[in-house]
């Protein structure tokens, strides 16, 4: 604030190292909020199809599910290896998303797998959109129970955040992919280009 409206010459705050309060937040984050290494590895051998594959969309991702869930084929950019996110429950929910290339080629399977005429790129057996209810009752948690893991859908979100972390990705970069809202200064004076992002999702 005092940067921006000439009240001081310089922004003293970028001295200071949040580093260790950053380890010590997501150190509380309980172990049963996110999925561990060998979780995840597990996810991987056992994915048998696009639907479970949503589940790794998501944790490379950060989004919620009902922003996932709202993706229309228009949104996403293959080419260039991102996705808009036009509707969000939040302002900075609006945002760019990169598509890691470990989950790539899900992407371009539910985009390539569906009519022309469907506008989702989540659907049913019958090409609507995906709900929310379907995929967790049909979906979700049958493939968790097959896999005995008893998390809840929100857990890939905080399990993207904790891996971003870990692989030391600046925090404004974080809150940009997960559509966190900054603090002032950053709104007013960051700007992140979305090769930023792809770079830094592709660290997890």
């Known amino acids: ?25 997501y ?3 309980k172990a049963k909020e996110i999925f561990t290494k060998d979780e995840i590895k597990l996810i991987w051998n056992r994915v048998e199809n696009k639907y479970d594959a949503i589940v790794l969309m998501l944790i490379y991702s950060g989004m919620r599910i009902g922003e996932l869930l709202n993706l229309k084929k228009e949104d996403i950019h293959l080419d260039e290896k991102y996705l808009e996110i036009t509707q969000s429950k939040t302002e900075a929910g609006v945002r760019s998303v990169p598509i890691a290339d470990k989950v790539f080629n899900f992407y371009k399977e539910w985009y390539d797998s569906s009519p022309d005429k469907v ?13 929310y209810s379907q995929y967790i009752k049909k979906y979700y948690k049958p493939f968790m129970k097959k896999l005995r ?13 904790t891996m ?36 830094a999702i592709n660290r997890i």
């Open 119 to 131: 506008i989702y790129l989540l659907y049913d057996d019958n090409f609507d959109r995906l709900t």
């Open 27 to 29: 150190a509380k984050v």
């Open 164 to 199: 971003l972390d870990a692989a030391n990705v600046n925090m404004e970069i974080i809150q940009n992919i997960l559509g966190h809202k900054n603090n002032m200064y950053f709104d007013y004076y960051t700007i992140v280009n979305i090769s930023e992002l792809i770079q």
């Open 149 to 161: 893991l008893f998390l809840t859908i929100h857990s890939c979100r905080h399990t993207c955040a």
């Open 1 to 25: 604030y005092a940067v921006i409206y000439n009240y001081a010459n310089e922004n003293y705050v970028s001295y200071i190292d949040l580093s260790k309060k950053r380890r010590e937040h």
